[in-house]
């Protein structure tokens, strides 16, 4: 059974950082993307940043850029999310999910983990 399981979300003041991760288990990931995406309430799910397990290269929202760091960890199968610079309007249910090509669009998306909640207080 296919599981990805985040965990790392919570409560910070404007400008904060957390450390997202995503573990994954019951089947080879070695072929997918890994991506993470967001939804705020009443609003669409949107894309954040993905990672190639094999290759390691990386894709990125323009409103993240330079401030969210996507990486993985092979060994532990684990991918993380780290954000820093933390505004109000980053906050939202984190969802870790595995897929394909293009790594940016969330319907060639085919696993998705429960979603963790990140908050930035203003």
């Known amino acids: 059974q296919v599981q990805l399981v985040e965990s790392g979300g919570g409560l910070v003041q404007a400008g904060g950082s957390l450390r997202l991760s995503c573990t994954a288990s019951?089947?080879?990931?070695?072929?997918?993307?890994m991506g993470w995406f967001r939804q705020a309430p009443g609003k669409e799910r949107e894309f954040v940043a993905a990672?190639?397990?094999?290759?390691?290269?990386?894709y990125y929202a323009d409103s993240v850029k330079g401030r969210f760091t996507i990486s993985r960890d092979n060994a532990k199968n684990t991918v993380y999310l780290q954000t820093n610079s933390l505004k109000p309007e980053d906050t939202a249910v984190y969802y870790c999910a595995a897929g394909f090509d293009p790594a940016t669009i969330r319907s060639v998306y085919v696993y998705w983990g429960q979603g963790t909640q990140v908050t930035a207080l203003s």
């Open positions: 990672i190639s397990w094999s290759s390691g290269n990386t």
């Open positions: 019951g089947r080879t990931f070695s072929n997918y993307r």
